[in-house]
């Protein structure tokens, strides 16, 4: 009998300082300690599953220069969104091909605390990895962590990784 993996989700977004199709800091901080401290050399025991959630914009017209738009122009926007968020997940999957570790990637959209809480109870992975961008007591007031609420809410072990002190922008809330 086959023995399964142990399957860990990993919370992936894009880089708020580079944008698409660019990780964050914390999400490529967070996949490379998966690699180098969980998987190591034994990548056939590890199944990664990445998981990015996108974030819909709330009115739709961020990147409009009129608020006279078409059905067909939203759906232009879905689309490039789609695309945007799949050259992210491609750059985790083409690492994990390389190393030879299996790996799935999706993308959802919504709140990403709640989606994140959300894949972990539908999928149950053994255990979930998100970045931290180590942010201070009063910048968490008014940003939120992401990190903080799955540790409290996940249905798994967490473990949050807080990115490297010569990694951390001049304002720690760029990631």
Not at 35 to 42: M, S
Not at 139 to 157: D, I, L, N, R
Request: glycine share 6%; hydrophobic share 35%; charged share 25%.
């Amino acid at each position: 009998m086959a023995e399964e993996t142990t399957r860990i989700m990993v919370g992936v977004n894009e880089s708020s300082l580079k944008g698409y199709p660019y990780p964050s800091i914390s999400s490529k901080g967070a996949f490379e300690w998966t690699i180098n401290k969980l998987v190591r050399c034994n990548v056939n025991a590890f199944t990664l599953l990445f998981l990015h959630v996108q974030v819909p914009d709330e009115d739709g017209f961020d990147d409009m220069d009129s608020i006279y738009a078409s059905p067909e122009d939203f759906e232009n926007m879905k689309q490039r969104d789609k695309i945007r968020g799949l050259h992210l997940l491609e750059y985790f999957v083409n690492r994990c091909h390389e190393i030879g570790v299996a790996c799935q990637a999706w993308i959802r959209q919504g709140d990403p605390k709640e989606v994140l809480i959300h894949e972990v109870k539908r999928l149950q992975p053994d255990l979930l990895v998100v970045g931290s961008r180590g942010l201070g007591p009063f910048q968490k007031v008014f940003v939120g962590t992401v990190s903080e609420f799955c540790v409290k809410h996940a249905e798994c072990p967490v473990i949050t990784i807080k990115r490297k002190a010569d990694e951390t922008p001049d304002d720690p809330v760029d990631d």
